[in-house]
C-alpha cells in the first residue's frame, strides 16, 4: 500500500493563481482531512470528509474548496492564492480503531504565494 | 484560544537518558489523546493514544500518562535514542465519527550520542 499520497509536493504561485492540491489514498478510509501547519505552529483543520459526496468545513477554511468524489480522492482547491495561504499542506485519512481515529498522513506540499 | 498546549517548543536529552514531553489541556470533553511524531519533510506518524478513562498506557519504550484532574499529559521516552529526534505533537479528539484532530504547537526533541 501507498498510504497517503499528496501531489505536488512544493509549489510557487503567485498572488491570484490557482491551483488544486491532490490526495489519494488507497487504504479504503471514509474519513479524509486537509491540515495546514504554519511555522512554530501545530496543524489547523481546513477541511474534512466522512465520505464519499460529503463534506465539511474545519478551522480555517477560508480561500479554500474541496471534492469528495469517491473514497480514494480528497483535492484541495485554492482559488485566489494570497501571502497568507503560503504553508505547509497535509492530507490524512482515517479509520476507527478501539474508539478512536488513528490518521494517517501524506508527506505534505509545501506551497509559497509571492 | 488554544485547546491543546505544549509549552515547550524544545527539549534536548543524551541518548539513554528519559525524555518527558508534557501537554496541557482546557476541554474536558476530550476522549482520547494521541501522541504523533513528524520528522522533516515527512507527515506526522502515529506514536501512541490513551483514552480519557485511563491514565496510563505503554508501548515499548513509550508510555503516557494522563492526569485529568489536572487537565495534563506526558509522554516519557525511555531509553531515548538519537533516532527518536524529531517533533512530537499532541493531539486530542472528541469520539465522533471522523472527528479531526486537535493539536498542540509542538515539542522538537534532540537526543545526543
Known amino acids: 500500500n501507498a498510504g497517503v499520497t499528496q501531489t505536488p509536493k512544493f509549489r510557487i504561485l503567485k498572488i491570484g493563481q490557482s491551483m488544486t492540491l491532490q490526495c489519494t489514498q488507497d487504504?479504503?478510509?471514509?474519513?479524509m482531512y486537509w491540515y495546514r501547519q504554519d511555522p512554530g505552529m501545530g496543524l489547523k483543520l481546513i477541511y474534512y470528509s466522512v465520505g464519499a459526496g460529503i463534506t465539511d468545513k474545519g478551522e480555517v477554511p477560508n480561500g479554500y474548496n474541496v471534492s469528495r468524489s469517491t473514497t480514494e480522492d480528497f483535492p484541495l482547491r485554492l482559488e485566489l492564492a494570497a501571502p497568507s495561504q503560503t504553508s505547509v499542506y497535509f492530507c490524512?485519512?482515517?479509520?476507527?480503531?478501539?474508539?478512536?481515529?488513528?490518521?494517517?498522513f501524506g508527506p505534505g506540499t509545501r506551497l509559497t504565494v509571492l | 484560544d488554544q485547546q491543546v498546549k505544549q509549552n515547550s517548543p524544545s527539549l534536548s536529552v543524551q541518548e539513554g537518558r528519559i525524555s518527558i514531553l508534557n501537554c496541557d489541556y482546557t476541554n474536558s470533553m476530550f476522549d482520547y489523546f494521541l501522541w504523533y511524531k513528524k520528522y522533516p519533510a515527512e507527515g506526522p506518524t502515529f506514536l501512541i493514544s490513551?483514552?480519557?478513562?485511563?491514565d496510563k498506557n505503554e508501548d515499548g519504550r513509550f508510555t503516557v500518562f494522563l492526569n485529568k484532574s489536572a487537565k495534563h499529559l506526558s509522554l516519557h521516552i525511555v531509553p531515548s535514542q538519537p533516532g527518536d529526534s524529531a517533533v512530537y505533537f499532541c493531539?486530542?479528539?472528541?469520539?465522533?465519527?471522523?472527528?479531526?484532530?486537535?493539536f498542540g504547537k509542538g515539542t522538537t526533541l534532540s537526543v545526543s550520542s
Open positions: 490513551i483514552s480519557s478513562i485511563k
Open positions: 487504504m479504503n478510509h471514509n474519513y
Open positions: 493531539a486530542a479528539e472528541v469520539n465522533q465519527a471522523g472527528t479531526a484532530l486537535i
Open positions: 490524512a485519512s482515517s479509520y476507527e480503531k478501539g474508539g478512536y481515529n488513528e490518521q494517517f
